[in-house]
Nanobody
């Protein structure tokens, strides 16, 4: 079992920045790929970005490419999501997820094995 704990969400004006963190605990001795998803009210959970275990490969949804950056520090069991140039349409609950397939950088929600509880990001116009 892997427990994921997100933090860093909040309220920000359009054009601003936020940095989300996701710390893993539990069975962290095996390699996991990590991803960030988001879910806005009334919408399905959507993939935002993913990173391989090594950190050498990443993938971004078109909607965030060039604005968001995913990174990880395996020594700290933590993955980060730096979000710049935020837009009102980025408003959602953001979830981090872990996948037992260490090389995965993109996928559907069903392909990830463990989930955090989510952190709210609200971007005002």
């Amino acid at each position: 079992q892997v427990l994921l704990d997100e933090s860093g969400g909040g309220l920000v004006q359009a054009g601003g920045s936020l940095r989300l963190s996701c710390e893993a605990s539990g069975r962290t001795f095996r390699p996991y790929a990590m991803g960030w998803f988001r879910q806005a009210p009334g919408k399905e959970r959507e993939f935002v970005t993913g990173i391989s275990w090594s950190g050498g490969r990443t993938f971004y949804a078109d909607s965030v490419k060039g604005r968001f950056t995913i990174s990880r520090d395996n020594a700290k069991n933590t993955v980060y999501l730096q979000m710049n140039a935020l837009k009102p349409e980025d408003t959602a609950v953001y979830y981090c997820a872990a996948d037992k397939s260490p090389s995965r950088v993109v996928g559907t929600a069903g392909q990830y094995d463990y989930w955090g509880q989510g952190t709210q990001v609200t971007v005002s116009s």
